[in-house]
């Protein structure tokens, strides 16, 4: 069986309210920053699916995305394999 290593980012939809990305923007002028501006917080899964077909792995990551890690009415998500390293 093949161990197949994703990525998954789950950040909040744009027009949604992001109170995490707003309480970091309106700190970093306190620590001397001044340019950044547009901040906005999510989170990143990592994971393994060990199956054989690279499509079934991505499915359930898929399906992990939209029904456990993300909460689909008010948050966006993207799924990446990532390579082994060699």
Same mark, same amino acid.
């Given at each position: 069986? %093949? =161990?197949?290593?994703? *990525?998954?980012?789950?950040?909040?939809? &744009?027009?949604?309210? +992001?109170?995490?990305?707003? $309480?970091?923007?309106?700190?970093?002028?306190?620590?001397?920053? %001044? =340019?950044?501006?547009? *901040?906005?917080?999510?989170?990143?899964? &990592?994971?393994?699916? +060990?199956?054989?077909?690279? $499509?079934?792995?991505?499915?359930?990551?898929?399906?992990?995305?939209?029904?456990?890690?993300?909460?689909?009415?008010?948050?966006?998500?993207?799924?990446?394999?990532?390579?082994?390293?060699?």
């Amino acid at each position: 069986m %093949t =161990s197949r290593r994703f *990525v998954v980012s789950v950040m909040p939809r &744009e027009g949604i309210l +992001d109170p995490q990305g707003r $309480a970091v923007e309106t700190s970093l002028p306190h620590l001397g920053v %001044t =340019s950044v501006h547009g *901040v906005r917080v999510g989170r990143r899964v &990592e994971l393994s699916v +060990d199956v054989e077909d690279a $499509a079934e792995a991505r499915a359930v990551v898929d399906r992990l995305a939209g029904e456990l890690f993300a909460n689909p009415l008010i948050e966006a998500w993207t799924v990446e394999p990532v390579e082994p390293a060699s």
